[in-house]
């Protein structure tokens, strides 16, 4: 073998291994259900923080395809935008289940109505528990 083919074959194999390492890369990127929990979870804590601390009300909203934040600006609620508050999608095949009809207020003084919300998948559960002052993601049973 020439120096030229051996470095085509090298080049080769590592394009090859570029490929499978961006696929294998992909493929455990993919959102789950607990990872959709915790971002419900970590959302819900920081709009019941931004409506305790900047006291305003704030709600959480529903949709079939996903959920929102929404600020009471004294006549209308004003839906939130920005990574943070604004809407989420949830992936494809996930549903959401709410123990309560939204909008759920949050409130400025940390009362707000407690909230379970089960996020399913196929062949996946998890819940989001929201107190009225925390919210955390419960263990599947």
């Not at 294998?24 to 709009?47: C, F, K, T």
């Not at 909203?61 to 209308?76: I, L, M, N, Q, V």
């Not at 400025?108 to 009225?132: N, R, W």
Request: glycine share 12%; net charge neutral; proline share 6%.
């Amino acid at each position: 073998m020439t120096l030229i083919e051996m470095l085509i074959v090298l080049s080769i194999i590592a394009v090859a291994a570029g490929a499978v390492t961006l696929g294998i890369g992909s493929a455990s990127r993919a959102p789950s259900v607990g990872s959709e929990a915790q971002r419900l979870a970590n959302r819900l804590q920081a709009a019941a923080d931004d409506g305790m601390l900047g006291d305003s009300l704030v709600a959480f909203t529903a949709e079939k395809t996903g959920y929102a934040f929404a600020r009471f600006d004294g006549t209308t609620w004003q839906p939130l935008s920005g990574e943070a508050m604004g809407f989420h999608t949830l992936p494809g095949g996930m549903t959401m289940r709410l123990s309560a009809r939204p909008p759920i207020v949050l409130g400025p003084e940390g009362s707000g109505k407690p909230l379970t919300a089960v996020i399913t998948a196929p062949g996946q559960t998890s819940t989001v528990v929201y107190d009225g002052l925390t919210a955390r993601v419960m263990p599947a049973t």
